[in-house]
């Protein structure tokens, strides 16, 4: 006779759950409303907690575990009620805005102390309504009150996380349904739906790929520009081999900077207000723009969107339907396909084989314009290199991308941070090369650098961040410590808020200290990385970049490196102002050469491109591009 399995605690089964999807961490700060949460970890042997200082810590953590791990695998995260679940907003709207597949469950009070109506502001100790606060930024944000429908919404909100556009889930749950004594064989669970509304039909496909096709085959200047959706559909060796087979410039946004790697060979730069590489020359001359797995934000068009791509046909394949609809874009798209990036690759891929495609001498010419314009104009100067009192940052990551290898993982933070990452990190095929683009706050990498540390320990970790973000989360020293983590933090210190004084500078002449020294100042790092035993190093002057990127890849140990900066807050090529068209970027070219690498018309009023304030008085008239 079949023996039945017993009755069980509810929290048990959440647990027990994750576990048996490969959910191996979970990141954790005990308070009373998820003891009970916490204690099932100790009747399973397939998962466990890891306990950070600080709720908003454990949430990025949850996102670097997600983001190495792979969309089918979710970071968990666990909070009590009150703060301690408000301290998961950042974490969630980090992953909602970069479709990142998350769980964040907070314990809630008793069910009995909640309050019965919004016009009653608190009942319970710590009560707070988290489905209502966390509904902005989920896929899915729900109290749980009855016991018997966990499996449902476990499996549910798995679904949501993981399929369409990955997401973040917020599951509230009371101490006493935590506590519940439930049948696991009587639960009710999630039925998925068995066709997916994520690609087109057959037909549809088929119609969209000649039209593309006889688009592609008349274009004399087509360019692929790649999103992070491409990463997130695991599409990435598909992506390539069509490359090979279009043979046409491909630029990655700063979510596909893993996508469409530095050593690719149709890689022909990066895009956008801090572009980069080929100062957005290949994007704003062409001709046909194929967008796959990007939303094309403000970061990428600049502010004056209506300049952006101007000349080009646009088609963009995306798998939300949201950013599809034309009256809610701000670029506005000729052909908008709903479809999943490795679906519509695959189709394309196989059509264009079919159709027996063959690149032609004009895209090759094109290709090798848009080549050339990458290597002209690439942000890391060799003037950089030369001795000085400081490390110039811009020459420091890029020896650091030269020496790490194709199965490290980078992880970047925000501001001037990455900025100065992107601008200078040549990644590897192999590499991944994560932030958070979406809501970029600042300490995010030194906690995401946890996560991809729990996500695979076999792993170089590299994790770079400012000044300024390394004080958000410098408690997780401890956590480090206490897990023997071994990951190797750079800290490029230049002991102010290097972006914001920037902007500073740029729209208001720089006349506020706000960003530095007197409204911020860091404290001593590696003094406090030693008071939590933590191996230190110190990199001072551009002289010693190459010796101690040895000694800190070299080291098997976690190390803090506290990179001298300091002052540096020039982040260049850049746009400025919003009226300026992305390929016209500070320090402007000399008004010929400029125009010697323009196809398509410059916008009117070219000739005098917007200057920052503080350059702006006593202007001459030179031949600079600017006024």
């Known amino acids: 006779m079949e023996q039945r399995m017993a009755k069980i605690k509810l929290a048990d089964y959440i647990i027990n759950f994750y576990a048996d999807i490969g959910v191996d961490k979970i990141f954790v700060v005990y308070g009373a409303a998820n003891g009970d949460l916490i204690d099932a970890f100790s009747r399973n042997k397939k998962t466990d907690y890891v306990a950070v200082l600080h709720e908003q810590a454990g949430g990025f953590a949850a996102e670097g575990y997600a983001k190495v791990k792979g969309n089918k695998i979710p970071g968990v995260a666990i909070a009590t009620s009150g703060p301690g679940g408000m301290n998961f907003v950042t974490p969630a709207g980090n992953c909602f805005y970069d479709s990142v597949p998350a769980i964040f469950i907070t314990g809630q009070v008793n069910s009995n102390f909640l ?77 998925q739906p068995s066709t997916s509304n994520n690609h087109p039909s057959q037909k549809e496909l088929n119609e969209i790929c000649e039209k593309l096709y006889l688009d592609i085959k008349k274009s004399k200047r087509p360019v692929l520009l790649i999103g992070g959706g491409v990463q997130n559909a695991e599409a990435i060796n598909e992506l390539h081999q069509l490359g090979k087979i279009l043979k046409i410039p491909m630029f990655p946004t700063w979510n596909a900077l893993d996508v469409v790697t530095s050593d690719y060979d149709y890689y022909c730069g990066r895009i956008g207000t801090y572009g980069g590489a ?26 004056n969107v209506k300049t952006f791509a101007r000349k080009a046909k646009k088609y963009m394949v995306d798998v939300d339907p949201g950013v599809l609809k034309k009256e809610f874009q701000q670029v506005p798209f000729d052909e908008n396909i709903n479809c999943d990036a490795k679906i519509f690759i695959n189709r394309f891929k196989d059509f264009l084989i079919q159709k027996k495609y063959g690149a032609d001498k004009n895209n090759s010419d094109w290709l090798n314009k848009c080549l ?27 020896e650091l991308s030269k020496k790490m290898k194709n199965k490290d993982i980078f992880v970047a933070d925000c501001g001037g941070n990455i900025v100065t990452c992107n601008h200078s990190f040549e990644t590897k095929k192999g590499q991944r090369y994560f932030t958070n683009n979406g809501n970029s706050p600042m300490g995010f990498s030194f906690s995401g650098a946890i996560g991809a540390f729990f996500a695979d320990p076999s792993k170089e970790i590299i994790c770079v961040i400012g000044d300024g973000g390394m004080n958000m989360n410098i408690q997780e020293l401890q956590t480090i410590k206490n897990y023997n983590i071994k990951i190797k933090t750079i800290i490029l210190n230049n002991h102010i808020y290097g972006i914001t004084k920037a902007y500073q500078e740029t729209n208001f002449g720089g006349k506020s200290e ?75 070219l000399p008004k010929d050469e400029f125009k010697k690498n323009m196809f398509i018309d410059p916008i009117e009023g070219w000739e005098n491109p917007a200057l920052p304030k503080n350059q702006q008085k006593n202007k001459k008239k030179d031949d600079s591009g600017g006024p």
């Open 372 to 398: 050339e314009w990458k290597k002209t104009y690439d942000p890391v100067k060799s003037e950089y290199y030369k001795n000085s009192n400081t490390v110039q940052p811009y020459a420091f990551i890029r």
């Open 514 to 588: 706000a960003c530095g020294p007197i409204g911020y100042s860091p404290p001593d790092f590696m003094e406090i990385s030693k008071a939590y035993g933590v191996k230190t190093l110190k990199i001072n002057n551009n002289s010693e970049i190459e010796e101690k990127i040895n000694q800190l890849l070299n080291a098997n140990e976690t190390v803090i490196a506290d990179v001298n900066c300091h002052e540096h807050h020039t982040y260049e090529p850049r746009v400025i102002g919003w009226g300026t068209p992305i390929e016209q970027m500070f320090p402007y």
């Open 115 to 191: 309050r019965p109506d919004p016009s009653v502001r608190q009942i319970g100790f710590q009560e707070a309504d988290m489905s209502a606060i966390f509904k902005s930024v989920t896929k899915y944000s729900k109290l749980i009150l009855d016991p018997n429908s966990i499996r449902y919404e476990l499996e549910y909100s798995l679904y949501l996380a993981t399929n369409g556009r990955p997401g973040p889930i917020l599951l509230d749950i009371p101490v006493d349904v935590q506590r519940a004594e439930i049948d696991p064989e009587k639960l009710k669970g999630f039925k």
């Open 278 to 303: 080929g100062r957005n020359f290949g994007i704003q001359n062409s001709d046909l723009l194929i967008s796959i797995g990007s939303r094309i934000s403000g970061r990428i068009t600049g502010g």
